[in-house]
């Protein structure tokens, strides 16, 4: 089955860029999104088909795939993006979801 | 404005079947494109794709649940149903339900508020 490895925590300071990898197979060929999860609340999409941001979502995330890695980039990183955040992905008509990174704004 | 709401049971016992619905306004699942999935967490773990039934009816199914799972939509109820068969304390979860935007290949936006479902004897 196919598989999106995330690393489990990424640490980054105040207004630092804070990077989070998401690795599959090819997954360059693939629609990739990201998701937000902040404790005891629902996930929220905040990048879509690698690089698109849904209305609503701050500019200072953004997105890319290419290869074998998604990467996930929040630039001027605030103390509010504090969250897990989840890779997904799509193979063979089934959804799959990355491990999680949890990302610490000290 | 999209809105999905999960409702259930949060209590079911070994072996049982769970049955949850996701009621959704904003969308009809009559119109061309649109989706409905559902996606569980566990306790402090990552979230796990379920099943996934679009407007025309074609279902999608977690190849390592498809035994114990069905999902079925009640277009004029706005209401899609998750039936899960023979419960384990390790199905323990928070069961969420999500909007599919874009078609085939899309994303889940947004998401219900999800609903814990603890399975004990």
């Known amino acids: 089955s196919y598989e999106l490895t995330q690393p489990p925590s990424v640490s980054v300071s105040p207004g630092q860029t804070a990077s989070i990898t998401c690795s599959g197979d090819k997954l360059g060929d693939k629609y990739a999104c990201w998701y937000q999860q902040k404790p005891g609340q629902s996930p929220v999409l905040v990048i879509y088909?690698?690089?698109k941001r849904p209305s609503g979502i701050p500019e200072r995330f953004s997105g890319s795939n290419s290869g074998n890695t998604a990467t996930l980039t929040v630039s001027g990183t605030q103390a509010m993006d504090e969250a897990d955040y989840y890779c997904q992905a799509w193979d063979s008509s089934t959804v799959v979801f990355g491990g999680g990174t949890k990302l610490t704004v000290l | 404005q999209i809105t999905l709401r999960e409702s259930g049971p949060t209590l079911v016992k070994p072996t049982q079947t769970l049955t949850l619905t996701c009621t959704f306004s904003?969308?009809?699942?009559?119109?061309?494109?649109?989706?409905v999935g559902w996606i569980r967490q566990s306790p402090g773990k990552a979230l796990e794709w379920l099943a996934l039934i679009y407007w025309d009816d074609d279902k999608h199914y977690s190849p390592s649940l498809k035994s114990r799972v069905t999902i079925i939509k009640d277009t004029s109820k706005n209401q899609v149903v998750l039936i899960m068969t023979n419960m384990d304390p390790v199905d323990t979860a928070t069961y969420y339900c999500a909007h599919m935007r874009g078609g085939s290949y899309g994303r889940f936006d947004p998401w219900g508020q999800g609903t814990l479902v603890t399975v004990s004897s």
């Open positions: 088909q690698g690089n």
């Open positions: 904003g969308f009809s699942l009559s119109t061309s494109g649109m989706g």
